[in-house]
């Protein structure tokens, strides 16, 4: 029988006891329970009452390595996710972990409590406060999977409170029709040989993944159609690969129009006198990347794709150091949802819109006309005012 013990400390009288709930059925091991600072007898005897019962009903379960770090048991869950996720998507989490390790990763799970995950959490805050949300997502997963792997009986992350994010001045990341006009004017009058990328880019309403990976044979200039069926995809820091688009719904064929295949035609004749001229021409493997770095690299890899979309985003963030400061910026995603948001507001469908664009869920899709048809209806209370006052 378990014998609740008196002992003395800070001058103060308190109980404790020592448990024996049996033995590990893996290792053979003793397992014991040591429960001390209760203030009363009465207390002590009230949580042993509760092991006795959770030991005679097979509730009591020992729990694993005590000693695991955060940073060992985060190597676990992520090899464990890995079979689970994209190539790309579990680079992306891999990443992400780094941030979450760097702050609780050499601590031991079992001694990691809320005011460490809170401290965590403010950290994060500060330094990605974007990209809070997912990062304490991970490690709210990571003590989920010690819980169901037996290191821990309680999630700490459970006690954090978010912090209050500053508000930032909103810029929609999409360019109206005007602004989208300067831009490729711009783009065709100074950096002319990236025009014909940016304008494929606006008036296709691909992915960057997906015009990165293109090449000639993707593209009809006769049907003046364009296959979308693959994308160039990241498989660890530094390093892409051509992948399947990632649903169904991405694969797809789309339509241009004339003016933006006249373009294709021009640039395609121009990129192989360029080849041909620094005798690479005939060496490449075809089909050839239809954006390869020629574009912008004279005389280094040309014919060879790019290996990473932020290539593309620094040369539009060359574009914009060049364009008057007071010119909006957007993403390379916006020239996608600029593309979307000019089709809504020219009188496309939904359903016209999601083939499109390639989105498997409609919501998505949806999601866009939220903007898009605010303007429309600004636009058509405009016009029912001149309407009533003529």
């Not at 997502?137 to 700490?156: C, D, H, R, W």
């Not at 100074?190 to 304008?199: A, D, E, G, S, T």
């Amino acid at each position: 029988m378990t014998k609740i013990i008196e002992y003395t400390a800070k001058g103060k009288t308190l109980y404790k006891f020592n448990f024996y709930a049996g033995k590990d059925e893996l290792t053979g091991k003793k397992m014991q329970v040591r429960r001390s600072g209760f203030k009363t007898k009465k207390e002590a005897r009230l949580a042993l009452s509760r092991l006795e019962y959770k030991k005679e009903n097979g509730e009591f379960a020992p729990l694993a390595n005590s000693n695991i770090t955060f940073e060992e048991l985060a190597l676990q869950f992520m090899n464990a996710k890995e079979a689970s996720l994209r190539k790309s998507s579990f680079v992306e989490e891999s990443y992400t972990m780094r941030r979450v390790l760097e702050q609780l990763g050499k601590a031991k799970i079992k001694n990691i409590r809320g005011y460490h995950c809170q401290n965590a959490v403010n950290a994060w805050a500060k330094k990605a406060p974007v990209n809070v949300n997912y990062i304490k997502m991970l490690a709210n997963q990571v003590f989920e999977y010690a819980i169901k792997s037996g290191y821990i009986t309680k999630n700490p992350m459970d006690a954090v409170i978010m912090p209050k994010r500053p508000p930032k001045k909103r810029v929609d990341n999409y360019y109206t029709k005007q602004e989208l006009n300067e831009f490729l004017t711009f783009v065709k009058q100074n950096r002319p040989k990236l025009y014909p990328l940016f304008r494929l880019l606006a008036y296709s309403g691909m992915r960057i993944g997906e015009l990165l990976a293109l090449t000639w044979d993707d593209i009809d200039l006769e049907a003046s159609t364009v296959s979308i069926t693959k994308t160039l995809s990241k498989v660890k820091a530094g390093h892409t690969k051509i992948d399947e688009t990632k649903t169904k719904a991405g694969h797809r064929i789309i339509s241009l129009d004339a003016t933006t295949i006249n373009i294709l035609a021009s640039y395609k004749r121009e990129q192989s006198k360029e080849l041909f001229s620094l005798g690479v021409l005939n060496t490449l493997p075809k089909p050839l990347p239809v954006f390869d770095k020629s574009l912008t690299i004279r005389k280094k890899n040309p014919g060879k794709r790019f290996n990473m979309p932020n290539d593309i985003a620094r040369y539009l963030e060359y574009i914009y150091k060049d364009m008057p400061k007071d010119f909006k910026h957007i993403t390379l995603h916006g020239f996608r949802h600029t593309h979307a948001t000019l089709l809504i507001e020219s009188g496309a469908n939904t359903k016209t819109v999601q083939q499109r664009l390639g989105h498997a869920n409609i919501n998505m899709t949806l999601g866009i006309y939220a903007h898009a048809t605010k303007k429309m209806e600004n636009d058509a209370i405009n016009g029912l005012s001149l309407y009533m006052e003529n």
